[in-house]
């Protein structure tokens, strides 16, 4: 129940397309839904987040699209460009306080120029 | 500027050595954690502490320590019991109700 699914592991997109990554869960105690993006030799960097009162939140070319009933979410990039290319991952926290983050395996992107 | 700074990036160990790696925020966040990543692989919780001189085990915890003496800084030592300690290092701090921030990671290296 603690565990966070995401697909597909690797996806390729050619550039100006969209990219899109799922996530699904099943503790229905998680709240927070936080997305990060990590480049080789780096450390993830958070790039998004929602919680589940609201369906969708965007930022620039980053969308979370958040479907409660289902227990699924999903990161969608619009306009896909090279710089892009890196793994992200999804992730999940609990609402009692001080609860820990589960994290999805992670999807590697490369958007082809 | 505020956030998380791992030491040092790169780090080898000879067989049978106990290794340090550093961790320090100034984020002010209480809960900090240590990750595990493989190439090609996801993260694994090594320990974690939510509040200073208190840490938990994770879910990959053998042979490895921690301590938490301040609430700025969560050191990992890597024992001669981690049999195999190859990998990426990444530290993480954050508040209790939000997001994680992660530092830049140390790759250790057995030699």
């Known amino acids: 129940q603690q565990q966070v699914k995401q697909s597909p592991q690797s996806l390729i997109v050619q550039k100006g397309g969209i990219s899109i990554i799922n996530c699904a869960y099943e503790?229905?105690?998680?709240?927070?839904f936080p997305w990060y993006q990590q480049f080789p030799g780096k450390g993830p960097a958070l790039l998004i987040a929602?919680?589940?009162?609201?369906s969708e939140k965007k930022e620039g070319r980053f969308t979370i699209s958040f479907n409660k009933s289902a227990k699924q979410f999903s990161l969608h990039i619009m306009d896909s460009q090279p710089g892009d290319s890196a793994t992200y991952f999804c992730?999940?926290?609990?609402?009692?306080?001080?609860?820990?983050?589960?994290f999805g395996p992670g999807t590697r992107l490369s958007v082809l120029p | 500027d505020g956030g998380i700074t791992q030491s040092p990036k790169y780090l080898f160990r000879k067989e049978g050595q106990n290794v340090t790696l550093s961790c320090e925020q100034n984020?002010?966040?209480?809960?900090m954690y240590w990750y595990r990543q493989d190439p090609g692989q996801g993260l694994r919780l090594i320990y974690y502490?939510?509040?200073?001189?208190?840490?938990q085990k994770g879910d990959i915890a053998e042979g490895y320590s921690v301590s938490r003496e301040k609430k700025e800084s969560f050191p990992l030592t890597v024992t001669s019991a981690q049999k195999n300690p190859t990998a990426f290092y990444l530290c993480?701090?954050?508040?209790?109700?939000?997001?994680?921030?992660f530092g830049q990671g140390t790759r250790l290296t057995v030699v």
């Open positions: 992730a999940a926290r609990g609402r009692n306080y001080g609860q820990n983050f589960v």
């Open positions: 503790n229905t105690a998680f709240d927070y």
């Open positions: 929602i919680r589940p009162d609201v």
């Open positions: 984020l002010n966040h209480d809960a």
């Open positions: 502490s939510q509040i200073v001189n208190d840490f």
């Open positions: 993480a701090s954050a508040d209790l109700v939000t997001e994680a921030f």
